[in-house]
């Protein structure tokens, strides 16, 4: 059985950084495109990373582009989400995603396996 568990949520500073890690079951880890997405109180579940298979490719939201950095570890079958100069706006439940797709995309429904989620807060 296919399990994602995100794991490094808590409670942060605007300002600070977390690092977010999630662990895959999955069997070809590297031929999975990885992504993460956040689902704020009342609001839609968002795109906010994702990585290609080998790594070598990612891409984001704008609302994380220089602040936000996806990597993957292959050999572990971890990919991370490093968060830095957090905002109170990035408050939102964290969930990382596999996609059996070459290029990781940003929509929900590209994904195939989820996870079920670390909550992340940042206080002003």
């Known amino acids: 059985q296919v399990q994602l568990v995100e794991s490094g949520g808590g409670l942060v500073q605007a300002g600070g950084s977390l690092r977010l890690s999630c662990a895959a079951s999955?069997?070809?880890?590297?031929?999975?495109?990885m992504g993460w997405f956040r689902q704020a109180s009342g609001k839609e579940r968002e795109f906010v990373a994702a990585?290609?298979?080998?790594?070598?490719?990612?891409y984001y939201v704008d609302s994380a582009k220089g602040r936000f950095t996806i990597s993957r570890d292959n050999a572990k079958n971890t990919v991370y989400l490093q968060m830095n100069t957090l905002k109170p706006e990035d408050t939102a439940v964290y969930y990382c995603?596999?996609?059996?797709?070459?290029?990781?995309?940003?929509?929900?429904?590209?994904?195939?396996?989820w996870g079920q989620g670390t909550q992340v807060t940042v206080s002003s």
């Open positions: 990585i290609s298979r080998s790594g070598g490719s990612t």
């Open positions: 995603a596999a996609a059996l797709t070459p290029r990781p995309g940003s929509l929900r429904r590209e994904y195939n396996y």
């Open positions: 999955l069997r070809t880890f590297s031929s999975y495109s």
